[in-house]
């Protein structure tokens, strides 16, 4: 079982990480490297996944600004269990799979990034902050103006 935890912390990163790199026209850069991480499942199990990631790439590309994150959404969780089932038939590829992924401007790997994902909101309102967050003595201002005392 512990095992499959530590796949799955590695899996979730990656997989996010990935669908960012595509997302954002990346996918080209990683997908050497990608390949030569899937090397141990032979040249025919490789190209055939690189085939289905290229054609995952071309759909992000192509999809509607307004079904982007959706379609991002589910690639991730697709991506994720793949990453997961490799990274339990080869544990010792866990730190591989981290070296080859963007590292992020402040130097630090993505996996060690916050994540936040927020599907399906309807007027809803959502604060991440990667640190500690101060609003101030007027509060936060959800768009509305401050009001103003009355004289």
């Known amino acids: ?3 499959e935890l530590d796949a ?3 899996a979730v990163p990656a997989a996010s990480a990935l669908v960012a790199e595509m997302a954002k026209g990346g996918w080209s850069a990683l997908r050497e490297a990608l390949a030569r991480f899937l090397r141990r499942d032979g ?3 490789v190209e055939r996944q690189l085939v289905l990631l ?14 982007r994150d959706e379609a991002c959404g589910q690639l991730e969780q ?4 793949q990453l997961a089932a490799y990274l339990d038939r080869y544990p010792d590829m866990g730190e591989e799979l981290e070296a080859l992924l963007p590292v992020r401007q402040d130097g630090l790997p993505p996996s ?5 994902a927020a599907y ?9 902050a990667a640190g500690d967050l101060d609003a101030g003595s007027g509060g936060i201002n959800y768009g509305v103006p401050p009001r103003t005392p009355r004289a």
């Open 54 to 67: 290229d054609t995952a790439e071309q759909t992000l590309a192509e999809a509607a600004e307004e079904d």
């Open 43 to 45: 040249e025919s199990t």
């Open 112 to 116: 060690a990034a916050p994540a936040l």
């Open 8 to 10: 799955m912390a590695v």
């Open 1 to 3: 079982m512990a095992a």
């Open 120 to 128: 399906n909101n309807t007027n809803s309102q959502i604060l991440q």
């Open 78 to 81: 697709r991506l994720v269990l």
